[in-house]
């Protein structure tokens, strides 16, 4: 696998990232720009960088902005907001709807995730959650 990746500055101004394929990067002799202006759209910019420019959180990529300076790949604060409220609703979503208390109950932990280091709390609920599901199908 490559250590290096493309971004370039979607639409919505956030970061897309191109990993490029063993297969395609024989077939192309490790050419990072012929793969760029094949796959980047049209007058977006974008970057060649290396693979631990990008975060090393992936959970809320949504959050992450494209660097007009440098190579380093941060999230948005604003954005990361955004991201972290889309996140608590998707887990949100994930409850059954004929579950109604243990909705109320989800609804009452994910007011109290405010930033990332809440993020690992998520992750545990979203399993609770699962677990939940799985012993009311039985």
């Known amino acids: 696998m490559s250590n290096y990746r ?3 500055k ?3 101004g ?21 793969l760029a202006k094949k796959t980047v759209p049209a007058n977006r ?10 975060p090393a959180d ?32 998707d887990t949100l979503r994930r409850v059954p709807g004929d579950k109604k208390t243990a909705k109320r ?10 930033d990332i280091n809440d993020l690992q709390q998520l992750k545990q609920i979203e399993n609770k959650l699962r677990q939940f599901k799985q012993s009311g199908d039985k």
């Open 6 to 8: 493309i971004i370039y």
């Open 10 to 12: 979607n639409k919505d």
């Open 14 to 34: 956030g970061t897309s990232v191109v990993i490029p394929t063993p297969q395609w990067l024989k077939a192309a002799n490790n050419n990072y720009t012929l």
């Open 45 to 54: 910019p974008w970057k060649i960088i290396n693979v631990n420019d990008l």
């Open 58 to 89: 992936r959970e809320l990529r949504t959050a992450w902005r494209y660097p007009d300076e440098g190579r380093k790949v941060k999230p948005c604060p604003d954005c990361y907001k955004k991201a972290l409220e889309r996140l608590k609703w």
């Open 105 to 114: 109950g989800l609804e009452a932990i994910l007011e109290g995730v405010s």
